[in-house]
């Protein structure tokens, strides 16, 4: 059974850094690319960062690059995304993808950036 678990989301004012975690289990995790989507209030969801299953290539959204890194532990089965110099418009709960012949989505973490 396939799951993704987040955390590490939270209340930080602008500028400042946040660490999200996502933990898999239930699937070969190092032969798989994961992602990083968003959604924000009444806004659709948005696909944030991408990284390969060697972790050798990345992308991101435009309105991230240069704050925000996507990482990965393939023996801890973990992906990670360090967000820096966050804004007010970052705000929104962030959720971890795998597509594995479907979807599959943790419940998200929740980020507010706010003063």
């Known amino acids: 059974q396939v799951q993704l678990v987040e955390s590490g989301g939270g209340l930080v004012q602008p500028g400042g850094s946040l660490r999200l975690s996502c933990a898999a289990s239930g699937f070969t995790f190092s032969s798989r690319t994961m992602s990083w989507y968003r959604q924000a209030p009444g806004k659709e969801r948005e696909l944030v960062a991408t990284i390969t299953s060697t972790g050798s290539s990345t992308n991101y959204v435009d309105s991230v690059k240069g704050r925000f890194t996507i990482a990965r532990d393939n023996a801890k089965n973990t992906v990670y995304l360090q967000m820096n110099s966050l804004k007010p418009e970052d705000t929104a709960v962030y959720y971890c993808?795998?597509?594995?012949?479907?979807?599959?989505w943790g419940q998200g973490t929740q980020v507010t950036v706010s003063s």
């Open positions: 993808n795998a597509y594995i012949g479907n979807y599959y």
